[in-house]
């Protein structure tokens, strides 16, 4: 039995079979397509939303609008913990930088620690994304269920959060310009051009450009370069290779990483980009994020059985 709750958002994109074994509790962010509302993970999956991408893509049509979970999900899904005897919760998310999710779930902790004696329920800013965020929600339940306390998982993933990088190569720049993420000249040259950008997230989570080259072989071996630099830097690292829908892309990253970054470290799992990250990076994107291995818990080596969607 874990030593205290955990709960995350939906952009942390687990898989299912994760969530049930750590038993992490997940609050979702919804999408709105054509006046249709789906809740993530719910009602809706990566394998459908990519159905909608593309849609929305053949048909010229506006992209999927994402919206945060309001305050009262938050309220339900911590006093359904609460109801179970739960006394501390961890509660981890998405970047403040990326959307309003956190300040839901402060609002939520502050309003029911104010009704609770006794109760603590510590809000946590990942300052990343997708499998940024989920990797520190992972390695905070191993701690919970090992019978550690809040205080022995906030310290690693605050020092996980202060030393991962998370890295995205869209497959073009439509999604972040129409997302308000580039100008629409820059989407007009790398389309005419095929040029790739690279855009990370800084160390509040905002994205920002970090490179620009001609071609996914080009980008994935900067990708595979910089995990090499950093591996020399930081010492043995821990990674994560994510796609969405980009089979190519992730081939040509795992060659590039076996050719320019072949000793860095363990390679966990190939993750999805899911909905609420996918919406501004696009089909067809690639990425890699990867933090110190002397953070990792080595009970989560078996990740690679959990891959997401192939699609």
Do not use: W
């Not at 750590?22 to 809740?39: F, I, K, N, Q, R």
């Not at 959307?99 to 029911?112: C, H, N, P, V």
């Amino acid at each position: 039995m874990n030593t205290f709750a955990i709960v995350t958002d939906s952009a942390a994109d687990l898989p299912r079979e994760l969530i049930e074994k750590y038993d992490v509790h997940v609050v979702p962010l919804h999408v709105s397509y054509e006046g249709v509302d789906y809740a993530d993970g719910v009602d809706i999956d990566i394998n459908r939303f990519c159905d909608i991408l593309e849609d929305a893509k053949g048909r010229g049509k506006e992209l999927p609008v994402t919206s945060q979970p309001t305050p009262g999900d938050f309220i339900e899904a911590y006093q359904e913990l609460i109801d179970r005897g739960a006394t501390e919760i961890l509660s981890i998310h998405l970047a403040g930088t990326l959307s309003g999710t956190i300040e839901g779930a402060r609002f939520a902790a502050q309003k029911l620690m104010a009704e609770h004696d006794g109760l603590r329920i510590t809000v946590f800013d990942s300052c990343s994304a997708t499998v940024g965020q989920g990797a520190m929600v992972l390695e905070a339940a191993v701690v919970a269920r090992k019978g550690g306390t809040v205080e022995e998982a906030l310290d690693r993933i605050e020092r996980i959060r202060d030393g991962h990088k998370i890295y995205f190569v869209p497959d073009n720049l439509d999604n972040l310009v129409k997302g308000g993420r580039a100008s629409k000249f820059q989407g007009l040259a790398t389309s005419l051009l095929n040029i790739k950008i690279v855009v990370s997230l800084d160390k509040t989570g905002a994205i920002e450009v970090v490179h620009k080259c001609k071609g996914v072989k080009a980008a994935a071996t900067y990708l595979a370069k910089q995990l090499a630099r950093d591996s020399r830097e930081l010492g043995e690292l821990v990674y994560y290779k994510l796609y969405l829908k980009a089979p190519e892309a992730l081939d040509a990253l795992s060659y590039a990483l076996g050719t320019h970054a072949a000793n860095v470290g363990s390679c966990l799992t190939v993750g999805t980009i899911g909905p609420t990250i996918a919406t501004h990076v696009g089909l067809g994107a690639m990425g890699l994020f990867r933090f110190p291995a002397d953070l990792h818990a080595t009970e989560l080596n078996d990740l690679d059985r959990y891959l997401t969607p192939t699609f």
